[in-house]
C-alpha cells in the first residue's frame, strides 16, 4: 500500500529556508505527490503538488527526486504563522483517493 | 468564494446512538470526500461521492455511510457508535473526480463519543 514517511517534528528560525523531507518509496508512476499544512483547529490547507518536476508556487517549493521515492517541501522564508502541521500526502491515481502520512510539526522559533 | 461549510462543529454522543454530519461544498464543486482525524491514525479516507453516487471508500465498517444530495451538499452518518469513533471529521470538495489538483476542506466537526 503507498504510503509517506515524514520526521515527527522540525525546527526552524523565523526568516530562514525551511526544508522538509519526505519519502515515499512505494509511489507508483501515476501518483502525485500532494502537501497540505493544518493550523490549530482548522482543517487541512493545500499547499502544493507535483507529479515528476519541480514546481514552485507563491506558498513554497516542491523538489521531487529523479526517481520520485522521495521528495522535499521548501519554505522559503520561515514566518511565525508558518508554524503547522505538515502532512506528505500521496493521490493515489488507481484507487483516486488519498493518503496521508502522520504529519511533520514545525515550529518557528522567533 | 465561501469556503467548504460543516455543520455542527462540536457535537458530544453516547455509545450506541448514531450521528449525522453536513458538508456543503464550495460552490461549482461537484465531489465531496469525507476523512477522519484521530491522535492515533492520523487522517484517514472514508469515502468520495460525485454525482450523488459513491465513488470510492477507505477501509471502514459498515456502521460508517454517506450520501450526497442533487445541490452536491452531502452527509456521512456513523450508527451504533463506540467510543473510538471520538475523531474530527473532516470534509473535503474538489471541481469533480478528474481534477487531481486541490482539495478545499471544512474546519471539520468534532465528535466525541461517551
Known amino acids: 500500500d503507498a504510503k509517506t514517511t515524514q520526521p515527527n517534528s522540525m525546527e526552524s528560525n523565523e526568516e530562514e529556508p525551511v526544508h522538509l523531507p519526505c519519502n515515499h518509496s512505494t509511489i507508483s508512476g501515476t501518483d502525485y505527490i500532494h502537501w497540505y499544512r493544518q493550523l490549530p483547529s482548522q482543517g487541512p490547507e493545500y499547499v502544493i503538488h507535483?507529479?515528476?518536476s519541480n514546481v514552485n508556487n507563491r506558498m513554497a517549493s516542491l523538489a521531487i527526486a529523479e526517481d520520485r521515492k522521495s521528495s522535499t517541501l521548501i519554505l522559503h522564508r520561515a514566518t511565525l504563522r508558518d508554524a503547522a502541521v505538515y502532512y506528505c500526502?500521496?493521490?493515489?491515481?488507481?484507487?483516486?483517493?488519498?493518503?496521508f502520512g502522520k504529519g511533520t510539526r514545525l515550529h518557528i522559533l522567533p | 468564494k465561501a469556503g467548504v461549510t460543516q455543520t455542527p462543529r462540536y457535537l458530544i454522543k453516547t455509545r450506541g446512538q448514531q450521528v449525522t454530519l453536513s458538508c456543503s461544498p464550495i460552490?461549482?464543486?461537484?465531489?465531496v470526500s469525507w476523512y477522519q482525524q484521530t491522535p492515533g491514525q492520523g487522517l484517514q479516507f472514508l469515502f468520495e461521492y460525485f454525482s450523488e453516487t459513491q465513488r470510492n471508500k477507505g477501509n471502514f465498517p459498515g456502521r460508517f455511510s454517506g450520501r450526497q444530495f442533487s445541490n452536491s451538499r452531502s452527509e456521512m452518518n456513523v450508527s451504533t457508535l463506540e467510543l473510538g469513533d471520538s475523531a474530527l471529521y473532516l470534509c473535503a470538495s474538489r471541481t469533480d473526480p478528474a481534477n487531481t489538483g486541490e482539495l478545499f476542506f471544512g474546519e471539520g466537526s468534532r465528535l466525541t463519543v461517551l
Open positions: 500526502t500521496l493521490w493515489v491515481n488507481r484507487d483516486d483517493k488519498i493518503i
Open positions: 460552490s461549482g464543486h461537484r465531489s
Open positions: 507535483g507529479l515528476t
